[in-house]
């Protein structure tokens, strides 16, 4: 057995740059873990914020398309078909 005097390490450099290579590599796996779920999850809710943001815009846009001139909610309630040549206050055929 080995004695160890006031001032001198148990352990040489080595050892201790091994077992502190070990220990962080144990705590980098160990936060891998911890933070892998985390990193899916946030993946996933940005796919489904992006869908959400795209279905959004789909309905704005057949909206504005349906309250356009002759879109389903257009609202107007006889309208004429102007055709080109023709005055509209005159009434000659």
Avoid at 65 to 92: F, I, Q, T
Wanted: contains cysteine.
């Amino acid at each position: 057995m080995r004695r160890v005097h006031a001032g001198q390490r148990a352990t040489s450099p080595d050892a201790l740059i091994t077992l502190w290579g070990v220990l962080a590599l144990m705590i980098s796996f160990a936060l891998f873990v911890l933070l892998l779920p985390v990193a899916i999850g946030l993946a996933i809710a940005c796919v489904v914020l992006v869908g959400i943001i795209w279905c959004v815009a789909w309905v704005r846009v057949k909206w504005a398309r349906a309250k356009r001139p002759n879109g389903m909610l257009d609202g107007r309630r006889n309208v004429r078909v102007r055709m080109p040549g023709h005055d509209s206050h005159s009434h000659e055929p």
